[in-house]
């Protein structure tokens, strides 16, 4: 938990509004308690948020809430698309590295492109598995880890679904299509930042 304090410290100093919760389901309860029940509201492709269950608790209060894992494949693009216009547009982080900047790697580019502009309010939940010393640790973590996990869990036919270890194919299918960090919260944004003492997500 420590650590985590100091971490978000170093984040608060590059703009961002800093939460740090003991557990997911706390974070679950305080978010439903920051989130209007009237807003529009985007998920960013997530396991973090679906292992906290957050779609569920705010679809069941009765919020509206765009999310491409929801809809039919003929849809999808249509949702992430009005995803830049939601109020708040909640996801997680590939990595987190420890001086505060927040690296994430996208295969369609929906993910990051939410995160930084067309939403002013934007939360990202990272788990502390997801921290990384440095840039290098952190994009290894990515390649070696998330994008391996996330491609056997779509079932794409892609070398590492099968090996767990990233070739740098060139398959139209890969995880891994563009890499994009934030180093400071944007001017005219407000990004939150909610650090979870629990493992969450890849």
């Known amino acids: 938990m420590e650590n985590l304090l100091q971490i978000a410290d170093r984040m ?5 509004h800093v939460n740090v919760c003991e557990s ?50 003929e849809d999808v693009p249509e949702v992430r698309r009005k995803a830049l216009g939601a109020d708040i547009f909640i996801t997680s982080s590939n990595a987190l590295i420890e001086d505060g900047r927040l690296l994430n790697i996208d295969g369609a580019g929906n993910r990051v492109a939410a995160m930084v502009f067309g939403p002013k309010r934007v939360i990202v939940v990272i788990g502390k598995n997801k921290i990384s010393p440095d840039y290098e640790s952190a994009y290894k973590r990515i390649k070696e880890v998330a994008c391996p996990m996330n491609a056997k869990r779509l079932g794409r036919d892609l070398p590492c679904a099968e090996t767990g270890k990233c070739t740098d194919c060139n398959s139209p299918l890969r995880m891994c299509q563009c890499t994009f960090m934030i180093e400071n919260a944007i001017p005219g944004q407000t990004m939150e930042i909610w650090l979870i003492n629990e493992d969450l997500g890849y």
């Open 12 to 16: 608060s100093q590059r703009g961002f």
């Open 24 to 73: 997911a389901e706390k974070a679950a309860l305080e978010l439903m308690g920051v989130i209007p029940d009237n807003s529009i509201i985007a998920f960013g492709g997530s396991m973090t948020l679906q292992e906290m269950g957050l779609y569920d608790k705010l679809i069941e209060r009765g919020n509206h809430v765009l999310w491409h894992w929801k809809v039919p494949a």
